[in-house]
């Protein structure tokens, strides 16, 4: 829990500065048009965006795990349901994705 406080304050930090950062270039970029003014914006703009999905992430987990989420959110229930699965050792993937079999294993169908 501590370490999960901390990252969601450094993230929150980045994306303080990394706003401040991306405003600062899309002004130098709307001044003087160019490729490196614009690859410099679209650079820091996927940054930001990468650490708010992030940020929003971990604030989703922590709602779903005190019952305050009143609207799943499809692609973060994604993301914790491979989580989860990953963390099992037992859990294997077979072709089917993780649905099971048709037929039991031994059993034919007729």
Known sequence: MVFRKG??????????LGLSEFLTAWRAWRT?????????????????????????????EVDRAAGRVRRPIGVYEWVLARRVAGSRP?????????????VAPGRGRG
């Open 7 to 16: 990252l969601f304050y450094v993230l929150l930090g980045m994306a303080t």
């Open 32 to 60: 003087a048009p160019g490729m490196e003014h614009a690859v410099h914006v679209a650079v820091l703009g996927c940054g930001l965006l990468a650490v708010g999905l992030w940020l929003g992430f971990l604030l989703y």
């Open 90 to 102: 037992g859990l294997r993937r077979g072709p089917l994705g993780d649905r099971p079999p048709a």
